[in-house]
């Protein structure tokens, strides 16, 4: 999946749902080396989930960018790049959803044992900060850790 999410359709199916309908933001991320340079790959998806109760639709993207994280145990970087990059996306869609109850979901495991965990009182600070959402960490942030995840294995163009 190499499309960007469109704003706009985002945007036109939320406002054609009702106020009960419920809004899932969340990013993950995966790294590889290519050609020697490590690389990530971004996946950002937005669940609507219509009426809170009913089926649901899955918007997302994949953005490719450099990963200049010197541990690969301690992925710090890379762990902030996904917090601002759903930051933004709910900032661009924040209009919309004023009245709805939306989630913000991080990949970031709070357990020691996990690297990502490196990030998590500044990813949290960094979501209260931009978005004013309390986001939610593993294993309760599903629309990162499965949504996300999900869609960069899904070959749509």
Request: proline share 3%; glycine share 6%.
């Amino acid at each position: 999946m190499k499309r960007k999410i469109n704003i706009n359709e985002v945007t036109e199916f939320i406002s054609a749902q009702s106020p009960e309908t419920k809004v899932y933001l969340g990013c993950d991320s995966e790294r590889y080396r290519m050609n020697g340079v490590w690389y990530a790959d971004y996946i950002l998806a937005v669940v609507v989930h219509i009426d809170g109760k009913h089926g649901c639709k899955l918007f997302g993207e994949v953005i490719t960018e450099r990963d200049y994280d010197q541990r690969r145990d301690r992925p710090k970087m890379r762990m902030m790049t996904e917090t601002m990059k759903v930051a933004d996306l709910y900032l661009r869609l924040a209009e919309i959803l004023n009245d709805r109850t939306v989630e913000i979901h991080l990949d970031i495991n709070p357990d020691e044992r996990f690297g990502s965990s490196c990030a998590i009182n500044e990813a949290i600070g960094y979501i209260k900060g931009m978005c004013n959402v309390i986001p939610l960490v593993k294993p309760n942030a599903w629309a990162a850790s499965y949504c996300a995840d999900r869609l960069k294995s899904l070959k749509i163009s």
